[in-house]
Nanobody, 125 residues
């Protein structure tokens, strides 16, 4: 099993910055792609940014130029630096990762898409 735990959310004013972190733990053999998604009240969950194991990044058009995703493979952690925040960025932010986990009962490994529980980001105008 593997777990993802997000941190760094909070309440900020428009124009301010915030940095989110997401750490993976558990029986991890390897981590492939990692990413951030968000879900605002009454809306579907949407992609914010992703990063491959080699560092290739992809961003939603709405956050390009304002958000930066990065990762520390040694720490199994992905980050999301958010600047020039807008009220429209208000949402619960979720971390996602494709993790190769060890299965104790079968002594094998398998890839699992894993989600964190989310961290609230609120931007006031």
């Amino acid at each position: 099993q593997a777990q993802l735990v997000e941190s760094g959310g909070g309440l900020v004013q428009a124009g301010e910055s915030l940095k989110l972190s997401c750490a993976a733990s558990g029986s991890i053999r390897s981590i492939d792609g990692m990413g951030w998604y968000r879900q605002a009240p009454g809306k579907l969950r949407e992609l914010v940014a992703t990063i491959t194991s080699s560092g290739h990044t992809n961003y939603a058009d709405s956050v390009k130029g304002r958000f930066t995703i990065s990762r520390d493979n040694a720490k199994n952690t992905v980050y999301l630096e958010m600047s020039s925040l807008e009220p429209e960025d208000t949402a619960v932010y979720y971390c996602n990762a494709d993790i190769l986990v060890g299965i104790t009962t079968t002594q094998t490994f398998e890839w699992r898409a894993t989600w964190g529980r989310g961290t609230q980001v609120t931007v006031s105008s």
